[in-house]
């Protein structure tokens, strides 16, 4: 395990840019953080299970554009009933020109074919996927392209840093 030295250094600092986007991050999704049905009922679908280092990613249907006080995916831990928002994310089909909040990071998604079930196939085009997931038999939601990820983990401490892609910590949280 990491000393606390090196879990604050993987943090950016936080100035007051970063700690206002944090505020406004977390009013936009406080209601969600320990309430999955609040999320299902304001338009959040699973998009993905369980992804290790990263919990269960929902995506809502409700949401345009960029916008820091309303995350369009929430990323969850599990543990048995219980379901505990860590993280928000947002995407996009490029690193933008302007980053979304000071010292930002980024990730990346392959493109695939998403189920209604949260499980994911890799595939290059709309074309590759399937109606129905080969081993689940979940309905066929959406297809995206390659993706740039934005993950902050307002919720949740992340020892990799607040826009670190994955968190260490998550996998621990789905295992309970």
């Known amino acids: 395990m990491e000393d606390d030295e090196d879990a604050v250094a993987a943090d ?4 007051p840019g ?3 986007d944090l505020a406004l991050i ?5 209601r969600y953080v320990n309430d999955l049905d609040a999320a299902a ?9 369980m992804i290790p280092d990263m919990g269960y990613h929902f995506l809502s249907s409700n949401v ?3 916008d820091i006080g309303q995350p369009p995916i929430l990323v969850y831990g599990r543990d048995g009933d219980d379901w505990e928002l ?6 996009f089909l490029e690193e933008p020109a302007e980053p979304p909040m000071e010292g930002a990071t980024y990730g990346a998604f392959p493109a695939a074919c998403h189920y209604d079930d949260g499980l994911f196939v890799a595939a290059a085009g ?19 392209p390659d993706l740039v990820t934005f993950h902050v983990w307002a919720w949740m401490h992340n020892p990799d840093g607040l826009y670190h892609g994955t968190n260490p910590l998550m996998s621990a949280r789905n295992e309970g």
Request: charged share 20%.
């Open 12 to 15: 950016p600092e936080i100035t």
């Open 18 to 20: 970063i700690a206002a």
């Open 26 to 30: 977390r009013s936009g999704s406080a």
């Open 41 to 49: 009922e304001d338009g959040f679908v699973i998009i993905t299970q």
């Open 64 to 66: 345009e554009g960029f």
């Open 86 to 91: 860590g993280a928000v994310e947002w995407v």
């Open 126 to 144: 709309e074309d590759g996927c399937a109606a129905t997931h080969t081993e689940s038999g979940a309905a066929f939601i959406f297809w995206h």
